[in-house]
Each structure stands twice: as C-alpha cells, then as structure tokens.
C-alpha cells in the first residue's frame, strides 16, 4: 500500500498538510491519526471546550512529578481525535509577537522572521472581521469575533484600565499590549477546528486517504531514509517520497524514539536499536505555567449556573434558535497581554478571564458561582524534556516540562499572578466580584505564593520545542523542517519552534504547516 506522502498526525498541522499537499490530483496522500472521528457535538459546539480537560478526546497523560514545584504532577490534555488540539482547544486565534518570529531568524532560522511567516497566517484565515495587511479573508479557517460576551467582560476592561493596561481591539494586529476579547477559530457560531477548515471539504479527493484509529508504531528506516510507517497491528505503508511527522510536540519526539531516532544511550537503555544518535530529540520542551485567580460572584454574572440540568437544557434551546448564548461562547474568550517586567521587550503575561470556576479538571468550583482569571508567564527559561518510559508503544511518555526549573520564571509567574489579583481587586469589577476564594488574603509572602503555586496551578496547553530547528549542529530538523541525519523525515507541528511564541499556539502550529506545505511542494517540483 504506496503512497507519495505519509503524513503522521491528524492534528491541526498534519490538517493542514493533507489538504495541501493533496491539491495536486496526481500526488497520493495518507493521513493517519491515532484517535478518532469528531463525531461527538461537544467537539463542534463552542462550549464543550468545558468537557475537553476533563477526559474527552485526550490520551488521559499527565506529567512527572515537577521538581521545582513539589513534587506535584499535572494533567497533561493532549488531543487523541482528528483536528488534534483545534478540536479540543478554548478555540483562542492568537499568534504570539512578531518578535518571537524575528527572534527565530536571529537563532539562525532563516525564512521565519514575522515578515516571512505573516503571509501563511493570512493565507490560512477567513477572518470575519478584518482584511488588512495582518488578517485575510477567504482562507480555510474561520477566525470570528465572539458571540456571547457578558457584562463582566466589559467590567473586566474597565478595571484594567484603572490599571493603566488599555484595550486592544485586534491583539493580533499591530500590536499585542492590552486587553481585549480574543477572536476565535469560529464559524458561524461553530468551533472551526484544522478538520472541519482543511479535512471535511476535500475528503472527496480521490488521492487524499484520511485513516482515523490508526496509531502508528514506529517510522521504517532503511538505510538511512524514511520509507514506511508500520501500524499497531502490523500493517505497512510506505512512502515513495516522504513521511511527514505532525504529532505534536509530545507525539513527534515520543515516535521518533520508537523508532530508534533520538538520545542514544536513552535508547539503549530501553533496547530500542538507535538508527541515529540525535540528543535534540525530546529536549527543550517549554510551556506556559498557568497560575489563576478565582472569585466568587455577587450574582449569576458568569456561566456557572447552566451547569445544572434545567439552565444547561435553556441555554441549549437559546443556541438552537440564536446560536448565541452559552453553548456559543468558548469560556475563556476575553484576555489579554501585558507586562510582569516592565523592561521586557514586548508582553510576557497572557491572561484568559473565564467566564466561570471549575471549568478545567483540576480547577475549583465556586458554589454560588465564580469568575477566573488565568496568567502565564509567556517566555519560559526552564527547559523540561520528553522521554520513553519503555520500549512499549502503548505506555504513556515521561514528560517532564520542568517548570520552575529556572527561578526567573517562578518569579515572573508570581508577579503576573499578583497582577492578575489587582486586576479583580479594581473598582470597576465591584458590582459583580464579592471576594477573592483563591489565592485569597492568607497568601501574603514569597512563600505562600509559591505553596499556593504548588498547589493550585496548571498547564497552558502549550508544549513546544521537541524537534527543534535551526542551522548549527544540534537541531533536529533543518529550516525546512526535513530530520537532519534521516533522509525521506519531515517534522511539522509545535515541535519544531526553537522557543516558545509568547501566546496560544494553535495558529502558530496552523501557519508552519502551511508554510511547510509550500516547501514541500517545492522541494518535489509540485
């Protein structure tokens, strides 16, 4: 069973590369994905993002304990469903700062300055709002301003402009300071996840095979170059021109390992015949470190009560007719960007308000209901790694993103947790907050802030960095993204940034593989 390209992950890259690659009638081309169809509607409707941190559509990993934090292990959602984390995510379009871009060509990633990447994130979006020199119309993702704000929205831009923090209108336009609401990867009203945008309108071509339960055990290499992928159940595909690997920063190292391509004596260890000795593989995991503060309201002024059978069956009958309301809004639609360091270069905290408490696993609830405020520190000097905990394809990795592990980001998280409580403390937000439930007034020192940290903090659903490019010697894969040292490999996904973008990643994962499409096709004369 031959194909020209094999591309490994259904995810919001592999997507990507499967619709475009395919657009040549004469090139064959195989997506597999280890989860399944996106059949269930929590997966379409805005709000089901609740139920996503909570089991649904995830492998169900978590980390290793965290040293610098301890000892505490953290649920760690990575998408198990075709559109990967598109379908799975709060649905936020942000793109990071153009600085983050133009320090990647500074690190010797030529072609990835903001200047050179710009043109795929608009090529990618079909923006309901803007057509400008940052956003596009017409593209296959649908980016769309929020349907469902509440008053507490609006209260919330208020009391961090008593801050001097001002509104942003388009926090993925000129500049990124401030706060706003986020625009949405949306479509009338519908999550627009990388399958619905790029997979669903082209699963009639006849050279595009899209395999859904089909995990992969590990990549065939003979002598020297990629020629196949081998199944679970021992099935074979090859691969007359390249495998492709987008399975995400977690997925991507953890298969090339399986496949003998990593740390040598790593490998060695576990009796996985090593093909090539590539120590970058599985290291510089970063991710957001996600501190919150949580209020209790003075009223029903968030989601909180349509959790109870008889508001959750009205809010659906209110989406059934409107498609506004709460099955219409993503939960976390408001944020914004701004400054832990006052000298840092651009924002270094991201805020998420949640419309609610409780909403992800491991996060309180507020019995009379509660609103959340999210901050992370968005550039990590911690380096963490991904690791095989056996030879086993089945057993869940070890992954270690090692937070904490340099003191400067466990500082800038506390400073963006405390302004995070200023922000809820301000006038404006008043009439809607009652008090502060977390971290609450016994927090007060250094020490407790870290106890509570240690305690009360999550990831961001960001993971990047495994496969790193770049020029010099220890990259794993080159600025085109083809596996040094494995002829026939490609990696395309958030594992190939070599430092973190300082916001959600979704989009930035979307525009690498549309630039690596364009590669690609290129590189083969498509």
Same mark, same amino acid.
């Given at each position: 069973?031959?194909?020209?390209?094999?591309?490994?992950?259904?995810?919001?890259?592999?997507?990507?590369?499967?619709?475009?690659?395919?657009?040549?009638?004469?090139?064959?081309?195989? &997506?597999?994905?280890?989860?399944?169809?996106?059949?269930?509607?929590?997966?379409?409707?805005?709000?089901?993002?609740?139920?996503?941190?909570?089991?649904?559509?995830?492998?169900?990993?978590?980390?290793?304990? !965290?040293? #610098?934090?301890?000892?505490?292990?953290?649920?760690?959602? +990575?998408?198990?469903? $075709?559109?990967?984390?598109?379908?799975?995510?709060?649905? $936020?379009?942000?793109?990071?700062?153009? @600085?983050?871009?133009?320090?990647?060509?500074?690190?010797?990633?030529?072609?990835?300055?903001?200047?050179?990447?710009?043109?795929?994130?608009?090529?990618?979006? =079909?923006?309901?709002?803007?057509? *400008?020199?940052? #956003?596009?119309?017409?593209?296959?993702?649908?980016?769309?301003?929020?349907?469902?704000?509440?008053?507490?929205?609006?209260?919330?831009?208020?009391?961090?402009?008593?801050?001097?923090?001002?509104?942003?209108? =388009?926090?993925?336009?000129?500049? +990124?300071?401030?706060?706003?609401?986020? +625009?949405?990867? !949306?479509?009338?009203?519908?999550?627009?996840?990388?399958?619905?945008?790029?997979?669903? /309108?082209?699963?009639?071509?006849?050279?595009?095979?899209?395999?859904?339960?089909?995990?992969?055990?590990?990549?065939?290499?003979?002598?020297?170059?990629?020629?196949?992928?081998?199944?679970?159940?021992?099935?074979?595909?090859?691969?007359?021109?390249?495998? $492709?690997?987008?399975?995400?920063?977690?997925?991507?190292?953890?298969?090339?390992?399986?496949?003998?391509?990593?740390?040598?004596?790593?490998? *060695?260890?576990?009796?996985?015949?090593?093909?090539? =000795? +590539?120590?970058?593989?599985?290291?510089?995991?970063?991710?957001?470190?996600? &501190?919150?503060?949580?209020?209790?309201?003075?009223? %029903?002024?968030?989601? =909180?009560?349509?959790?109870?059978?008889?508001?959750?069956?009205?809010?659906?009958?209110?989406?059934?007719?409107?498609?506004?309301?709460?099955?219409?809004?993503? &939960?976390?639609?408001?944020?914004?960007?701004?400054?832990? *360091?006052?000298?840092?270069?651009?924002?270094?905290?991201?805020?998420?308000?949640?419309?609610?408490?409780?909403?992800?696993?491991?996060?309180?609830?507020?019995?009379?209901?509660?609103?959340?405020?999210?901050?992370?520190?968005?550039?990590?000097?911690?380096?963490?790694?991904?690791?095989?905990?056996?030879?086993? %394809?089945?057993?869940? %990795?070890?992954?270690?993103?090692?937070?904490?592990?340099?003191?400067?980001?466990?500082?800038?998280?506390?400073?963006?947790?405390?302004?995070?409580?200023?922000?809820?403390?301000?006038?404006?937000?008043?009439?809607?907050?009652?008090?502060?439930?977390? /971290?609450?007034?016994?927090?007060?020192?250094?020490?407790?802030?870290?106890?509570?940290?240690?305690?009360?903090?999550?990831?961001?659903?960001?993971?990047?960095?495994?496969?790193?490019?770049?020029?010099? %010697?220890?990259?794993?894969?080159?600025?085109? @993204?083809?596996?040094?040292?494995?002829?026939?490999?490609?990696?395309?996904?958030?594992?190939?940034? /070599?430092?973190?973008?300082?916001?959600?990643?979704?989009?930035?994962?979307?525009?690498?593989?549309?630039?690596?499409?364009?590669?690609?096709?290129? *590189? #083969?004369?498509?």
């Amino acid at each position: 069973m031959g194909y020209d390209f094999i591309i490994v992950g259904g995810g919001s890259a592999g997507s990507v590369l499967a619709a475009r690659l395919s657009e040549n009638p004469s090139t064959r081309v195989l &997506l597999l994905e280890a989860g399944g169809r996106d059949r269930h509607p929590f997966y379409h409707l805005p709000a089901g993002f609740a139920k996503m941190t909570k089991g649904i559509g995830s492998w169900g990993w978590q980390t290793v304990p !965290q040293r #610098h934090m301890g000892g505490m292990q953290i649920r760690y959602t +990575q998408a198990r469903v $075709i559109g990967g984390g598109s379908t799975i995510n709060a649905q $936020i379009y942000t793109r990071g700062n153009a @600085l983050d871009y133009d320090e990647w060509r500074q690190m010797g990633c030529d072609g990835w300055g903001y200047e050179d990447v710009l043109p795929y994130f608009r090529k990618a979006e =079909d923006n309901d709002t803007y057509d *400008d020199r940052y #956003h596009g119309k017409g593209g296959p993702l649908g980016v769309s301003q929020p349907r469902a704000p509440l008053p507490i929205c609006e209260a919330y831009f208020a009391a961090a402009a008593q801050l001097g923090i001002p509104r942003n209108l =388009d926090m993925t336009g000129a500049t +990124q300071d401030g706060v706003g609401y986020y +625009q949405l990867t !949306q479509r009338h009203a519908r999550r627009s996840s990388a399958a619905m945008a790029y997979l669903t /309108p082209n699963r009639g071509r006849a050279n595009l095979t899209v395999r859904t339960g089909a995990q992969v055990r590990r990549i065939v290499v003979t002598a020297g170059r990629a020629t196949a992928v081998e199944l679970m159940d021992g099935t074979l595909f090859e691969a007359g021109s390249e495998v $492709i690997l987008s399975s995400g920063a977690i997925g991507s190292p953890r298969l090339l390992m399986l496949s003998g391509i990593g740390p040598g004596g790593h490998l *060695d260890s576990l009796g996985i015949t090593t093909h090539l =000795d +590539q120590p970058g593989v599985g290291s510089n995991l970063q991710d957001h470190l996600d &501190l919150f503060v949580i209020a209790e309201c003075t009223g %029903p002024h968030t989601y =909180d009560r349509y959790a109870k059978p008889l508001w959750s069956a009205l809010a659906g009958l209110q989406y059934l007719l409107t498609k506004t309301g709460p099955v219409a809004s993503s &939960l976390f639609e408001t944020g914004g960007f701004w400054y832990a *360091d006052p000298a840092a270069r651009s924002p270094d905290i991201q805020f998420h308000l949640g419309l609610g408490s409780g909403i992800e696993a491991g996060v309180a609830a507020m019995p009379q209901g509660g609103v959340t405020l999210n901050s992370a520190y968005l550039r990590p000097r911690s380096r963490g790694t991904v690791r095989l905990a056996s030879a086993d %394809p089945a057993a869940a %990795p070890l992954i270690d993103p090692n937070y904490w592990a340099d003191p400067h980001d466990r500082d800038m998280s506390i400073r963006g947790l405390k302004l995070a409580q200023e922000i809820m403390a301000q006038p404006a937000l008043k009439p809607f907050v009652l008090a502060e439930r977390l /971290p609450g007034p016994g927090v007060k020192t250094d020490a407790d802030y870290i106890a509570y940290a240690q305690k009360h903090s999550k990831t961001d659903h960001h993971p990047a960095g495994t496969c790193r490019m770049g020029n010099d %010697p220890g990259a794993v894969v080159d600025t085109r @993204l083809r596996l040094n040292g494995i002829a026939g490999l490609r990696v395309a996904d958030a594992s190939v940034m /070599p430092t973190l973008v300082s916001s959600n990643t979704n989009a930035p994962t979307i525009m690498i593989a549309e630039k690596a499409a364009d590669m690609i096709k290129a *590189d #083969h004369r498509l």
